[in-house]
T-cell receptor
Framework: GDQVEQSPSALSLHEGTGSALRCNFT?????VQWFRKNSRGSLINLFYLASGTKENGRLKSAFDSKERYSTLHIRDAQLEDSGTYFC???????????FGSGTQLTVMP | NAGVIQTPRHKVTGKGQEATLWCEPI?????VFWYRQTIVQGLEFLTY????????DSGMPKERFSAQMPNQSHSTLKIQSTQPQDSAVYLC?????????????FGEGTRLSVL
């Protein structure tokens, strides 16, 4: 079965509001990474976490290996935040990244 | 389907030598990505080809690194005058393209060690 379950698959936000994306893991992961697919199709790294939380501007991510989940919080959403967001995780003893299925975020005026 | 094939699996070079890494994407995939993975930085985007054309090389170090995709069946990443800080696992990935939520499929990587 899928080791990384990402939700929601699609999310619509009005400008200025916020929400959270979540990835649940079926096994213990040693690290998680969040990406955003840019307009050219490249996956751009947002966060890389082995534990705890990280914050960058209006984005904040958390990773709890023991509870087997990670979240990506977006606050004060802007139109340019629209795009597809992926989480990916590496299980213990492996560097292979297992991707979630992605979240299509649409920010509306 | 063998998946994304990367060769060699391991490469050891001396400082100042050149290293060429090879990637064979999944047949039919039009998008090819190169990433570098280190323990400290995690996965870093390097460059991206679509239909063999370079689309985005914003992650490539300006000096010593170059990537090509001469045909749809393979791509190369070349590092000239390798330095110890180039040591990393270099990952190639391919996907059907940029439409939808297609996540790229990764090869097993080439572990580069610069002594």
């Amino acid at each position: 079965g899928d080791q990384v379950e990402q939700s929601p698959s699609a999310l619509s936000l009005h400008e200025g509001t916020g929400s959270a994306l979540r990835c649940n893991f079926t096994t213990t992961m040693r690290a998680v990474q969040w990406f955003r697919k840019n307009s050219r199709g490249s996956l751009i790294n947002l966060f890389y976490l082995a534990s705890g939380t990280k914050e960058n501007g209006r984005l904040k991510s958390a990773f709890d290996s023991k509870e087997r989940y990670s979240t990506l919080h977006i606050r004060d959403a802007q139109l340019e935040d629209s795009g597809t967001y992926f989480c990916a995780a590496a299980s213990s003893g492996s560097w292979q990244l297992i991707f979630g299925s992605g979240t299509q975020l649409t920010v509306m005026p | 389907n063998a998946g994304v094939i990367q060769t060699p699996r391991h490469k050891v070079t001396g400082k100042g030598q050149e290293a060429t890494l090879w990637c064979e994407p999944i047949s039919g995939h039009s998008a090819v990505f190169w990433y570098r993975q280190t323990i400290v930085q995690g996965l870093e985007f390097l460059t991206y080809f679509r239909n063999q054309a370079p689309i985005d090389d914003s992650g490539m170090p300006k000096e010593r690194f170059s990537a090509q995709m001469p045909n749809q069946s393979h791509s190369t990443l070349k590092i000239q005058s390798t330095q110890p800080q180039d040591s990393a696992v270099y990952l190639c990935a391919s996907s059907l393209g940029r439409r939808g939520n297609q996540a790229p499929l990764f090869g097993e990587g080439t572990r580069l060690s610069v002594l």
